[in-house]
């Protein structure tokens, strides 16, 4: 069993920065981070591998990195040069075992999910 608690989200100013955190019991080999707008599908925006692979949606390359501490046990997504469209409901999502690169930003790869916390970016 797999839980996930994020924190960080917040308002900010277009251009700004904010740090997404994930506390995570157990540790999953795959794990990702997804966003949901009003009206529009949830959409895979980063992802890693505990082998060190970590994939981009196009939206965020060059700004967003995901990251985690093993020691922490902690998933984060640092969003730098943020955008208005970036504003949406950010989850942290978890997959026990091994998620190839081509489905690693797919939602139905993920079994866990936290209860997500929301990012407004403002112009």
């Known amino acids: 069993q797999v839980q996930l608690v994020e924190s960080g989200g917040g308002s900010v100013q277009a251009g700004g920065s904010l740090r997404l955190s994930c506390a995570v019991s157990?540790?999953?080999?795959?794990m990702g981070w997804f966003r949901q707008a009003p009206g529009k599908e949830r959409e895979g925006v980063a992802a890693?591998?505990?082998?060190?692979?970590?994939i981009y949606a196009d939206s965020v390359k060059g700004r967003f990195t995901i990251s985690q501490d093993n020691a922490e046990r902690t998933l984060y997504l640092q969003m730098n040069s943020l955008k208005p469209e970036d504003t949406a409901m950010y989850y942290c999502?978890?997959?026990?075992?091994?998620?190839?690169?081509?489905?690693?930003?797919?939602?139905?790869?993920?079994?866990?999910w936290g209860q997500g916390t929301q990012v407004t970016v403002s112009s």
């Open positions: 890693t591998r505990n082998d060190g692979v970590t």
């Open positions: 999502a978890a997959a026990v075992g091994y998620v190839g690169s081509s489905t690693i930003l797919l939602e139905w790869a993920y079994r866990y």
């Open positions: 157990g540790w999953p080999f795959s």
